[in-house]
């Protein structure tokens, strides 16, 4: 059977005996990581596997970052404003570093993929020990160990296509979590950079997705978000196992209550994934459909493979087969050649998708994109103006759409506590949306069902059922 390369064992091993090397010094002295990660689901769960990778070399969790010896910035740059951040943040430690020689200073993640930004970094921040990219994430106990020996280390390689199984990884949450199913994406949308810097898409095997799906749920993980950048394009072994088959084998997965997944990208959106949505118990009643636009013009120019009205002919299909769906979106303003006409034409779909949260960006150029080399960029005050525009409608709309909710029943997934008055539990129903309502840190991890009895434009409230 086909499968995607996977990193060689002997690659691995020497990444293990790396950490092995490392591990009796560094916990000896007691010494400390911070990770300070940028963007998506993505790279929050590379950042998961790089604490995997510190603590299996000795490194324990720093509760604030100035007092840490090993500082890891995990990059993104899927927009400009991401970016700046990180070389703001990283100059920022230059007089810590003057202050404590011994801090260990690394960079990696998407933005040190794009070799020119990771050159540009590593001569202007002479304090930076160390340098790679996301391809050789998995590598990282060998080029720290160098760094630690006194190189400075740089490290980015196009080597490309290959999934490291097996990676330690060290879990932010405790009932839910995510598992990546597939890596890199080859859709070059015209704006985006990923495919440039995530490498070609390549999909787990599903055996190697169940094992690692089973094994949480004996760890007490009882929610799971299937991760990757165009889920809907999943296919596993050797092409045999489509996104839809996958979620229905995860459904059978003992002590698992709940499953999601993210991103669908629309084009690849079949009747198949959608009919496996409504008939699994635990595929929760949620979306993340990103529409990006609502002018047809401008969904080409995006190279994205579908129209408006092939959008919201899916985004009825949904509604009709899957009880209580919400959909979620990201959507675009300001790309190159945006016309008013264009963009109103966003705001119409906008009102008739309903959507129950949009994540809205102004539209930033990066390197190597198709689009950053159109003509006809947009002005920053016109982008600014239009994306205050689309927020204030889609909280206008938000705020309606929430009434619908009041008196409803449903279940919530309770991933926290707030404390500060009265104590407040806090977690998700099936359809993503957030609920507060009274109960306190014994609730922690328990599914509970709930009644809403207020609404508020981001959030619901409700009270819990026997
Ligand atoms: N400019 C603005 N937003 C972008 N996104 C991706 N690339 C860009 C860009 N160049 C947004 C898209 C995508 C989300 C993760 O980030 O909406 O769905
Ligand atoms: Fe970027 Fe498009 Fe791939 Fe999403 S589907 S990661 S927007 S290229």
Same mark, same amino acid.
């Given at each position: 059977m086909q499968r995607h390369n996977l990193v060689p064992q002997e690659e691995l091993l020497k990444s293990t005996q790396a950490a092995k090397r490392l591990h009796d010094d560094i916990l000896s002295r007691g010494l400390t990581f911070y990770i300070e990660s940028y963007g998506c689901q993505m790279n929050d769960h590379d950042a998961e596997k790089l604490a995997g990778m510190l603590q299996s070399c000795g490194y324990q969790k720093a509760t604030e970052k100035f007092e840490a010896d090993l500082i890891l910035f995990n990059t993104c740059c899927v927009r400009e404003h991401a970016e700046l951040r990180v070389f703001g943040n990283i100059g920022a430690l230059k007089k810590l570093k003057d202050e404590k020689p011994q801090l260990m200073i690394g960079v990696c993640g998407c933005m040190m993929q794009q070799e020119d930004v990771a050159q540009k970094l590593f001569k202007r921040f002479p304090f930076v020990d160390l340098v790679f990219g996301t391809h050789e994430l998995y590598r990282f106990p060998v080029l720290l160990e160098a760094a630690l020996n006194g190189e400075r280390t740089f490290s980015v390689t196009q080597i490309d296509g290959e999934i490291a199984e097996g990676l330690p990884v060290e879990r932010n949450g405790r009932f839910q979590t995510n598992v990546t199913i597939m890596y890199g994406c080859d859709n070059f949308c015209s704006y985006c950079i990923v495919p440039y810097v995530r490498g070609r898409e390549r999909s787990r095997a599903s055996s190697d997705i169940l094992g690692e799906i089973e094994s949480l749920a004996q760890a007490g993980f009882k929610e799971i978000t299937l991760l990757g950048q165009n889920v809907n394009s999943y296919r596993g072994d050797g092409g045999e196992t489509s996104f839809a088959k996958l979620l229905c084998m995860a459904n +059978?997965? #003992?002590?698992? +209550?709940r499953l999601r997944f993210m991103t669908s990208h629309p084009k690849d959106l079949s009747m198949e994934l959608i009919h496996a949505m409504a008939e699994c118990s635990k595929v929760c009643s949620h979306i993340h459909l990103p529409v990006q636009s609502g002018s047809d013009r401008i969904l080409k120019r995006m190279n994205r493979g579908y129209t408006r009205e092939k959008y919201l002919g899916l985004v009825n299909t949904l509604r009709e087969n899957i009880k209580g769906i919400e959909l979620t979106t990201d959507i675009i303003v300001g790309f190159p050649g945006e016309t008013e006409e264009d963009f109103s034409d966003t705001l119409s779909l906008v009102r008739e998708a309903n959507f129950s949260a949009a994540y809205t960006f102004m539209y930033s150029p990066r390197n190597g994109t198709s689009a950053a080399r159109m003509e006809e960029q947009i002005d920053k005050v016109v982008k600014k103006e239009r994306l205050a525009r689309l927020n204030e409608l889609q909280a206008e709309l938000l705020k309606k759409s929430n009434e #619908?909710?009041?008196?409803m029943e449903g279940t919530v997934l309770v991933e926290g506590c707030d404390t500060r008055a009265v104590p407040m539990a806090y977690g998700k129903l099936e359809n993503f949306k957030m609920v507060y309502f009274p109960g306190d840190e014994t609730l922690l991890g328990q599914l509970k069902r709930v009644r809403i009895t207020k609404t508020q434009s981001n959030s619901l409230f409700g009270e819990a059922l026997e």
């Open positions: +059978e997965v #003992k002590g698992i +209550e #619908k909710f009041l008196c």
